[in-house]
């Protein structure tokens, strides 16, 4: 299954002086968040990538061209050459696509709704949010139900991203944009159909 990563956003809040790195590149140990994210998925089975790029996305993509694996695996150094004993990312595959600097992320999904053309369903989730969702569950609910998309939410600690959730755990639609008072807070972490990269309907 596909995995969309939403990683152009400005990242003002996590904004250090006059540096232009992206959010999903501030370092987590050895490695940046969006690695951390990746991973998450590739331990579920999602290796296929989308990356939605915008705002510092030569960070990205220079981050992946230029990937060191001796930096988080082992390795033997045997006459000037490295000899890997593991490998982090050898079989993920990973598609760059810019969607414009000031996109919001509906946007950004339409423009790499191409890149996951004749999929049944997709995940999404912005590239700089760390769960520790038991992933397989979540599917396994979702295609149970006619809804168009699945989504994490938590209880609120201070957001502008609400989502409105009746006693039968569906929303009637999209999050919308105000302060919440109650209910859950988007936390994103998505799976959804093809059909969602085109029109909104029911989440659940």
């Known amino acids: 299954m596909k995995v969309v990563l939403f990683c152009g956003g400005y990242g003002?809040?996590?904004r250090e002086g006059g540096s232009d790195l992206?959010?999903?590149?501030?370092?987590?140990?050895?490695?940046?968040l969006i690695w951390h994210v990746m991973r998450y998925y590739a331990h579920f089975g999602h290796t296929d990538f989308v990356l939605c790029l915008g705002y510092g996305a030569h960070h990205i993509?220079?981050?992946?061209?230029?990937?060191?694996?001796?930096?988080?695996?082992?390795?033997?150094?045997?006459?000037?050459?490295?000899?890997?004993?593991?490998?982090?990312?050898?079989?993920w595959t990973i598609t760059f696509v810019h969607t414009g600097l000031d996109s919001p992320i509906g946007e950004r999904l339409r423009r790499v709704r191409r890149h996951v053309a004749g999929e049944e369903m997709f995940l999404a989730n912005y590239?700089?949010?760390?769960?520790?969702?038991?992933?397989?569950?979540?599917?396994?609910?979702?295609?149970?139900?006619?809804?168009?998309?699945a989504l994490l939410a938590?209880?609120?600690?201070?957001?502008?991203?609400?989502?409105?959730?009746?006693?039968?755990?569906?929303?009637?639609?999209?999050?919308?944009?105000?302060?919440?008072?109650?209910?859950?807070?988007?936390?994103?972490?998505?799976?959804?159909?093809?059909?969602?990269?085109?029109?909104?309907?029911?989440?659940t």
């Open 61 to 91: 993509k220079d981050f992946f061209l230029t990937y060191s694996e001796t930096a988080s695996n082992d390795f033997v150094l045997r006459d000037g050459d490295v000899h890997l004993l593991g490998s982090d990312i050898s079989d």
């Open 12 to 14: 003002m809040r996590m």
């Open 154 to 203: 938590v209880p609120p600690q201070s957001a502008f991203h609400c989502v409105d959730i009746g006693d039968d755990d569906r929303s009637p639609g999209s999050p919308r944009c105000r302060r919440c008072r109650c209910g859950r807070t988007a936390a994103t972490s998505c799976s959804a159909r093809r059909s969602s990269t085109t029109c909104p309907r029911t989440v």
């Open 22 to 32: 992206p959010k999903p590149m501030h370092p987590v140990g050895p490695r940046p």
């Open 127 to 149: 590239a700089d949010v760390l769960t520790d969702l038991p992933l397989n569950s979540m599917i396994d609910r979702f295609r149970r139900t006619d809804a168009v998309g």
